[in-house]
């Protein structure tokens, strides 16, 4: 599972994940369970139904399948499924009952949205799991503990039946050593500050914490020396202008002339303007320095993903894929 502060690129680590899983041949499930379609966009494929399908094929053969889960789906699913209600269910679906009860009742929601990924654990192709592995892009860190803890969810909808008995079977599963929820994030204060959170709610109902990825990683624009004179606000206005002298900025393009104390002047204005800048991101290093040492402290593998300047697309999710293998979560 893989969760993380919205906007930390949950959905693109679980993506990556499942990739990193399916290398060597490995057939793997990829979920999502908040009606985004957000692996359909990251794949570049038409919206996916629910229904199970084929969307990439990885490195040595494997396969990555994915299943957009919806909770009216689920719910008529489990009707047939545990009550025989194939065409009653539609019938309540077409009077509105379905809505309803997934509405008034969001801890059943959640045991459907989350049952259905455990039911795809479970499925096997003779004597073989049909699955090596079972991705799911979780809801949000701050949802995380209410979403996965089925078990206190179902606790005031039923003491006793099939539905009991199934959050029962999930907890299982969930707090076993087949499962691990991975928690990514970025080098700010409010994300680092939610996986902590995450981090201890999770201990606090006993599922398995992987690893912590840190994703969106940049590395220094400044050599170690210069972020020390950039922090201080040290950075020698001579050499900058050196700099830009060297890289063709001291010639003034168009056709008017300038003096050179005009000339001058210009160069250290720019050479000001991005001493400034410097300062700024040697703060911003800085304080990525300090989230990063908070990650370190939590017990857990932290897992680096760098910033890609050019976005994320299908080549990217497979590099992006490469590096999970290569530091240990897939």
């Known amino acids: 599972m893989v969760s993380g502060k919205g906007g930390t690129g949950k959905t693109t680590v679980a993506a990556a994940l499942a990739l990193a899983l399916a290398a060597g041949g490995r057939r793997v499930l990829l979920c999502e369970v908040e009606g985004r379609q957000g692996i359909a966009q990251l794949f570049d494929v038409p919206q996916l139904p629910y229904a199970e399908q084929r969307i990439a094929v990885a490195s040595g053969g494997g396969e990555v399948w994915a299943l957009a889960i919806e909770p009216k789906a689920a719910l008529l699913e489990y009707l047939e499924l545990f009550y025989h209600l194939g065409r009653a269910g539609k019938v309540l679906e077409r009077l509105g009952a379905i809505d309803f009860a997934t509405t008034i009742a969001p801890g059943l929601r959640d045991v459907l949205l989350i049952g259905k990924v455990y039911e795809a654990t479970r499925r096997r192709e003779g004597t073989a799991p049909r699955y090596d592995a079972v ?196």
Do not use: F, W
Request: with cysteine; hydrophobic share 45%.
């Open 135 to 330: 991705v799911l892009d979780a809801p949000p860190t701050g949802r995380i503990g209410q979403v996965l803890n089925v078990n206190e969810e179902v606790a005031g909808l039923a003491r006793v039946g099939p539905i009991r008995n199934q959050a029962g079977s999930i907890m299982n599963l969930l707090r076993s050593s087949a499962t691990a929820v991975h928690l990514v994030t970025v080098l700010e204060e409010m994300p680092v500050q939610e996986t902590c959170d995450a981090l201890a709610e999770l201990h606090r109902i006993g599922l398995p914490v992987g690893s912590i990825v840190v994703n969106m990683m940049r590395e220094p624009l400044l050599a170690p020396a210069e972020l020390a004179q950039a922090t201080r606000g040290k950075l020698p206005v001579t050499r900058v202008v050196a700099g830009l002298e060297a890289a063709g900025m001291g010639r003034r393009s168009g056709h008017g002339t300038e003096t050179a104390t005009a000339r001058t002047a210009r160069l250290r204005a720019t050479a000001q303007a991005l001493i400034a800048e410097g300062v700024q991101h040697a703060r911003r290093v800085a304080l990525e320095r300090e989230q990063r040492a908070v990650l370190e402290g939590l017990g857990r593998p932290v897992v680096e993903l760098p910033a890609l300047a050019e976005g994320i697309d299908l080549g990217a999710l497979y590099d992006l894929a490469e590096r999970l293998r290569a530091q240990g979560p897939a």
